[in-house]
């Protein structure tokens, strides 16, 4: 398997270097140059496996540089750090199928894809005889899980950027409570968008990442994307029976790197009718799909904050699709879009566009109002990120079709916005019982590139 930037401007290059590249050095993302597409005799024939011999079966394809050995043993090593042996188990509540993929060790479903990027880096380094400085930003889940999937692993520093004060408390304190000497946890004095453009120039900037090895572990980095893809066919075989067919999707969605992952299962073969894309008030997203309204604005601080996003980075491998595969036209539309702040969609691919994904965007109220309903009428407590994505289901006009809500988190995380909900904050399980007590180091920072890549250039290997 072969794998191309976006942006069309580097040669293309096998599964283990575009782990290692992260961000392509043209500025792109990296993408298969094929698909392979699972015909309906295979995809019933993988009903009997575990959640890792699924995954095996899904990614052993675009990871053909690996032997199959080698790769069922980081498959397995990464996924035996979970709490349920189904890995992500689904529960059936008030008509729609809830995805649990909080059941790793930060509680967030980035743990599913960022325990195995984890292994795979250090599986890469030591083949390599190679050292690596992960420079990452996050909106709050993928700081940690990107943490405890490297935390003391040799040949491995990592820095994690995320806006000071704008995640929630435990997320902060499950990133700043890592003392291990190889993690570096920056608040910087801004937005995420503010995060994720630094780290982006970090990257662009070739010499330094070429200096320092950087590695990336955002959704740019197309493995996260890959080991995202099997919980959806795993999601699918689970809510359907021999025969049946197609399953929709509600994704709450701020860097389109979930619901990416799912349009991949689609082009796959998946039986998928339709991947509801669910915002909050940070909605360009919803605003592209639903007016053709691509076009950036402040970000509003809400209480789902992973979705705190304007500016989805993911959105551009959707984009090298809906544009026929030409990276000029890719490059010049993010060209334009770097000057004005909008990016112009033809009608046809808006109608293009709309045959895949549905959207809806959910204001606090709404979300707020959901975790309560949705709790008095069953039972069952949702974080306010999973709520976005079930009032989008909720509200979806096709009741004919079965319908899994991906439950992003476990509502402890946000127990403040439980209790705005309910009235009473969520019982803490155990892995989040008592961070406040623990040492923590982190170091506060403006905003400023300079700053940054100072620092980085400092501590780096």
Known sequence: MKYISTRGQIAPIGF????????????????PAEYPVIDRETLESWRPLSYQELALKVIA????????????????????TFREAEITPLVHKNGVHILELFHGPTLAFKDVALQLLGN???????????KMNIVGATSGDTGSAAIYGVRGKENINIFILHPHG???????????TVTDPNVFNIAVNGTFDDCQ???KQLFSDLPFKEKHSLGAVNSINWARVLAQVVYYFHAWLRVTDKGS????FSVPTGNFGDIFAGYVAKRMGLPIKKLILATNENNILTRMINQGDYSTGTVVPTVSPSMDIQVASNFERYLFYLFDEDPARVRDAFAVFARSGRMEFSDDELARVRSVFSSNSVNQQQTLTTIASFREETGYLLDPHTAVGVFAALKNDDKDVETVCLATAHPAKFGEAVKMATGAEPELPAPLRGLEKLPSRCVVMEADLGLIRDYVDKNAL
């Open 245 to 248: 067919c197609d399953v929709s």
């Open 61 to 80: 394809p675009f990871a053909d540089d690996i032997p199959i050995a080698d790769l069922k043993q980081l498959i397995d090593r990464s996924y035996a």
């Open 16 to 31: 283990k270097d575009a782990v290692m590249m992260g961000l392509a050095t043209d500025g792109g993302l990296l993408l």
């Open 166 to 176: 704008k995640t929630s408390p435990i997320q902060a304190l499950q990133m700043t």
């Open 197 to 199: 453009t630094m780290v």
């Open 120 to 130: 795979l880096f250090e599986y890469l380094l030591k083949e390599r005889g190679e």
